[in-house]
């Protein structure tokens, strides 16, 4: 669902405005700033965790296939397939050490 919105809103804006990819890239990555909160931090509410997962997988989980279209359209045809496996490897590397890091701040 979260990729359909992206394409829509890319869709809408794509012809007016060549910026809308990374437009929507940063919106979803503001987004996803105070799920994250809401889900790891806030450990005194099931419901509001669960509330933060709910629209971290609706609003913020669509930016990936913007930025591998972003990726796609600016690096070369050779390499290409090349930049994603690197981007994506490192994508899957952040979210390990993101995890890592919220664990360690939460127990201190």
């Known amino acids: ?28 990555h503001i987004v996803d ?5 809401m889900i790891f931090i806030n450990q ?3 419901w509001v965790a669960i509330a933060g997962y709910y629209v971290q997988q609706l609003f913020a989980k669509g930016w990936t296939a913007p930025a591998l279209l972003m990726l796609k359209s600016v690096v070369d045809k050779e390499v290409s ?3 994603i496996g690197i981007f994506l490897f490192t994508v899957n590397i952040d979210y390990s050490f993101a995890l890592g890091a919220a664990g360690t701040v939460k127990t201190e």
């Not at 700033?33 to 909160?37: C, D, R």
């Open 1 to 28: 669902m979260s990729n359909v919105m992206s394409a829509f809103v890319i869709g809408l804006f794509d012809d007016e405005n060549p910026m809308a990819i990374p437009y929507v890239v940063c919106v979803r």
């Open 33 to 37: 700033i105070p799920s994250l909160y």
């Open 44 to 46: 005194n509410n099931f």
């Open 81 to 83: 397939s090349l930049s």
